[in-house]
């Protein structure tokens, strides 16, 4: 079962207007929710986290928004520039038997943002 | 600050062959999660260790095995391999259990 959901595959945006990218998830106990970043041949980079207590973080040009009853939450970047232009994966984290903690990544969703 | 490496970057094997893969985790960090992304799907926790113990296990047979060495380096081994364990394997480290989580470049395992 797909706990956490990106439902589109592919966005595409002018440079300098909004990128709204998606996720959704269905496990009520996951604790925090994540968003990273890749670049084809590099490996996943961090981007912003937030907790499962708080609805929005900013940072800079990216906030996220989490709706807990909707279990949803939403990366906006304002403006959008080509450099953006990446696979985003939506994640959560939550705990092991064993403790640790695991993150439960979506299927991405590649943005490409035209100059 | 040295960031995560992986080695190989590409390595090609046939079925029921072994593999080892290595991570060497970023300076100063004591656990290292290993991630299966397969093609067109986000990555998939496999297990992590911390202090040279595994503490955490996704659902993977137990074919796959690993080991974090005192430095906090750390392997990972698919045994008898098969078709569907071609994929990208990511190594993360982190200070600690819920660290954030710094991820390689990843190894492009290709079975065939």
């Known amino acids: 079962d797909q706990q956490v959901k990106q439902n589109s595959p592919s966005l595409s945006v002018q440079e300098g207007r909004i990128s709204i990218l998606n996720c959704d998830y269905t496990n009520s106990m996951f604790d925090y929710f994540l968003w990273y970043k890749k670049y084809p041949a590099e490996g996943p980079t961090f981007l912003i986290s937030?907790?499962?207590?708080?609805d929005k973080n900013e940072d800079g040009r990216f906030t996220v928004f989490l709706n807990k009853s909707a279990k949803h939450l939403s990366l906006h970047i304002v403006p959008s520039q080509p450099g953006d232009s990446a696979v985003y994966f939506c994640a959560a984290s939550t705990r092991t038997q064993g403790g640790s903690e695991k993150l439960v990544f979506g299927k991405g969703t590649k943005l490409t943002v035209n100059p | 600050e040295t960031g995560v490496t992986q080695s190989p970057t590409h390595l090609i094997k046939t079925r029921g062959q072994q593999v080892t893969l290595r991570c060497s985790s970023q300076?100063?960090?004591?656990?290292v999660s290993w991630y299966q992304q397969a093609l067109g799907q986000g990555p998939q926790f496999i297990f992590q260790?911390?202090?040279?113990?595994?503490?955490g296990r996704g659902n993977f047979p137990p074919r796959f095995s690993g080991l974090q060495f005192p430095n906090y380096s750390s392997e990972l081994n698919v045994n008898a391999l098969e078709l569907d364990d071609s994929a990208l394997y990511l190594c993360?480290?982190?200070?600690?259990?819920?660290?954030?989580?710094?991820f390689g470049p990843g190894t492009r395992l290709t079975v065939t």
């Open positions: 260790y911390y202090r040279e113990e595994e503490n």
């Open positions: 937030i907790s499962s207590i708080k």
């Open positions: 300076s100063g960090h004591n656990t």
């Open positions: 993360a480290s982190s200070l600690g259990w819920g660290g954030e989580q710094y």
